[in-house]
């Protein structure tokens, strides 16, 4: 059924879904190689994770107000064309210099822009999905796809001709992204305008029951920025070709792929909470997996368990907040999330930025202590009920 229904939603929704995967384009392209271009430019772990944690530091400040905005608007889609208009502006900043002041200024700006949207872009897909009776998981499985082809182009490219063009290709891939974003059709119908009765506004809903598995797969979450920041790093010097590490991050990708296609065929199996518990577990193996340095034969299967630590935990969240919140409140609920997902982002890459130095590839084994209290939060959530009759699993 899966392998019938990806054509059919290239179909329904092109535009969307090649949204989405413009969008994760130039993360791609960062993840497999920003953290070795960055050590070639002659940056120190630290200030590595400075680029990487700055951005989140500002997002964290407007997220949940992007949102509001966002849903008093007429249409989503205006907010998320505007981040994306600008991000590419921002993003030419790389071509003009290669000073640290600068690359930090210009991909900042630039992160901070489109970031603010994805939440937006996320709520906007989520709601237009369910109107549809379509599969969430299947429009957000080609910012998968998308994400994999600049994983695999950056190390094809780089292992054979160097990165004398990386920068011009983050910046080309962000006005792909721009062009993508303009292209997007209006999200809401009509009748959109009305909260779905039965659903909550946010405020409504800040209770433990609704707050502690956010926060929890927050800290999930900023568990994997350690490896995001590191990983080509700490790769390339074991002696792994840029190419080989495109590949086995790529692995992930797919994995994660996968999971995003199939979750419709296994959202009844347990609650959402449920789901996250699992997710967290995984997630806490999965980081001892890589502080104990393994192998290639290793690394594989670990970046393949991305498909629970990260894609069934970020899914089962999102549906678990669409489940309880109203239409009206979607974009700021989402971004709500996302700022708590920044708030541990900053808190994992500060503590890494600490530590790296002092601990290097064993620095997961902190990630995997971050992530154990997540998951502690996910258990303890379980001891409140839904107030509703029946807790949804989507």
């Known amino acids: ?62 997220n949940v107000f992007v949102g509001r905005l966002a849903d008093r608007a ?36 630039s992160s901070v822009v489109v970031g603010v949207t994805i939440p937006v872009t996320d709520a906007a897909t989520m709601r237009l999905s369910r109107r549809l009776g379509h599969n969430y998981g299947l429009y957000r499985s080609w910012g998968t796809i998308g994400y994999v082809v600049g994983l695999l182009f950056a190390g094809w490219y780089v292992s054979r001709y160097g990165d004398a063009l990386f920068a011009w290709f983050v910046v080309m891939t962000a ?14 119908a009509p009748e959109d305008h009305d909260a779905i009765k039965g659903l909550s506004s946010l405020k409504s809903v800040m209770r433990p029951w609704f707050i502690l598995p956010l926060v929890g797969f927050a800290m999930f979450s900023g568990s994997h920025l350690v ?101 009206e409140n979607a974009a700021e609920a989402q971004g709500f999330l996302v700022m708590i997902q920044q708030v541990m982002s900053i808190v994992a890459m500060f503590g890494a930025g600490l530590l790296v130095d002092i601990l290097g590839p064993k620095i997961f084994f902190a990630a995997a202590v971050f992530a154990g209290v997540g998951l502690c939060f996910v258990l303890a959530s379980l001891f409140w009920v839904v107030p509703i009759e029946k807790e949804d699993s989507e």
């Open 1 to 62: 059924m899966v392998g019938f229904a990806l054509p059919f939603f290239i179909f329904q929704q092109p535009k969307v879904t090649g949204y989405y995967a413009s969008l994760y384009v130039m993360m791609g392209l960062l993840t497999a190689y920003s953290g070795i271009w960055f050590s070639d430019l002659g940056y120190s772990d630290a200030q590595i994770s400075v680029i990487n944690v700055a951005p989140i530091v500002f997002m964290l400040l407007i």
């Open 74 to 109: 007429s249409d989503w889609r205006t907010a998320i064309v505007l981040g994306s208009v600008l991000s590419a502006v921002f993003a030419t900043g790389i071509l003009f210099s290669t000073s640290y002041l600068v690359i930090l200024i210009s991909l900042t700006l």
């Open 175 to 188: 006005f792909v992204r721009a062009l993508a974003a303009m292209r997007l059709p209006r999200f809401r």
């Open 227 to 327: 490896l995001s920041a590191f990983q080509s790093l700490f790769l390339s010097r074991q002696g792994y070709d840029p190419n080989i590490i495109g590949i086995s991050i790529a692995a992930g990708a797919i994995a994660e792929t996968v999971m995003f296609i199939g979750y419709g065929r296994i959202s009844h199996l347990m609650s959402a909470r449920g789901f996250l518990a699992i997710a967290g577990a995984a997630t806490v193996v999965r980081w001892i997996g890589f502080g104990l340095e393994p192998h290639m034969g290793w690394i594989i299967p670990l970046q393949m368990m991305h498909a629970i630590t990260f894609a069934l935990g970020f899914i089962a969240t999102i549906s678990f907040i669409s489940n309880r919140i109203a239409d």
